[in-house]
Nanobody
């Protein structure tokens, strides 16, 4: 079955950096047909999709543009999120999410995803 396992979270001071990883396993299709994304949820707030990746196409939202970068290693089937210039408002649980997508048009950070990881906590003080 499909599994997503996040790692790399932690506590950091404002202005610092972290790199999150998400390992995908059990995916029965080509890696080029998986829409993957990072979604975060801060305490008391709604989930927020912040970045997505599909076969080299990247989308990120305004709140993280210029500070966060999503990427992937096809061979390792791993998604990354490099987070720089972190702010206290970036504090949240960060989840990796994935779904099958036939076309890039259907992959964006706010779509509905079929598979979710358990999350990794990022705390910025």
């Amino acid at each position: 079955h499909v599994q997503l396992v996040e790692s790399g979270g932690g506590s950091v001071q404002a202005g610092g950096s972290l790199k999150l990883s998400c390992a995908l396993s059990g995916w029965p299709f080509s890696f080029s047909k998986v829409c993957m994304a990072w979604v975060r949820q801060a305490p008391g707030k709604e989930r927020e999709g912040i970045a997505s990746f599909y076969d080299g196409t990247v989308i990120d939202v305004d709140s993280v543009q210029g500070r966060f970068a999503i990427s992937a290693d096809n061979a390792k089937r791993t998604l990354y999120l490099q987070m720089n210039s972190l702010k206290p408002e970036d504090t949240a649980m960060y989840y990796c999410a994935a779904s099958y997508a036939q076309l890039a048009d259907s992959c964006h950070p706010t779509r509905v995803f079929a598979y979710w990881g358990r999350g990794t906590q990022v705390t910025v003080s």
